[in-house]
């Protein structure tokens, strides 16, 4: 069992290692501009903060606690609101919100996004689990940080995020619904076990993630 373990993590390590140069290429193309309207994006955001500001509010099916992406890199943002324009994250209603929105509305909204400051408190996870998915963290801490909470703009942040959300995404990734080189490559060779550790690990971390209230915004002349 160990040796099958360090075989999928050698495997992970070599194909990430061949796409990484080129996955860096493509992700700076969709790095926001620094004229990015953070205030603009504010407005921009009211229907997101209906999910996304509710501290622990849950996706109905599959059922797992809505990310939390106050303080989260602006590059990624936008990275993730033009996969579900383009379908190629499957959640239909993260779909429907960014059918209709520009280039520009998503560095504004990222922008808007990323400027929020929290501190995610650490999830109640399991101690053993958490341990394993440490132990099984290292090829992850080149991009997203030892601890998940990286500096990489190009990555996200994972430290402190719902552990459910956490084990949802890399469950996608096995399964193709998200299509991303890097990560359909690493999830591949994960257990079931595997990738509940691993969101174990990182839900227990802290880090500057938070879900911010929603208040009413409204445009004006």
């Not at 995020?161 to 619904?177: P, V």
Request: charged content about 20%; proline content about 4%; overall charge negative.
């Amino acid at each position: 069992m160990r040796n099958q373990s360090l075989l999928r993590k050698a495997l992970a390590n070599h194909f990430f290692s061949a796409v990484v140069s080129s996955a860096l290429l493509l992700l700076a193309f969709t790095s926001p501009t620094l004229a990015a309207d953070a205030e603009r994006g504010e407005a921009l955001s009211q229907t997101c903060l209906g999910c996304h500001g509710a501290p622990g509010l849950r996706n109905p099916g599959p059922v797992y606690e809505i990310p939390m992406v106050g303080g989260q890199h602006a590059s990624y943002i936008v990275s993730a609101l033009k996969d579900y324009k383009s379908k190629a994250r499957a959640h239909k209603t993260m779909q429907a919100q960014a059918s209709n929105l520009s280039d520009t509305d998503m560095q504004d909204i990222a922008a808007f996004f990323a400027e929020m400051e929290g501190n995610s408190r650490p999830g109640l996870t399991d101690a053993q689990s958490a341990a394993r998915g440490e132990a099984n963290s290292a090829v992850c801490a080149s991009c997203h940080g030892k601890t998940g909470d990286g500096d990489n703009a190009a990555y996200p942040k994972l430290a402190g995020q719902y552990e459910s959300y956490l084990e949802q995404a890399l469950k996608e990734y096995r399964s193709g619904e998200r299509t991303n080189a890097i990560m359909a490559g690493f999830a591949d060779n994960l257990s079931i076990q595997e990738i509940r550790d691993l969101a174990a690990w990182y839900g227990k971390q802290e880090g500057g993630l938070t879900a911010p209230e929603s208040k009413i915004f409204k445009f004006t002349d």
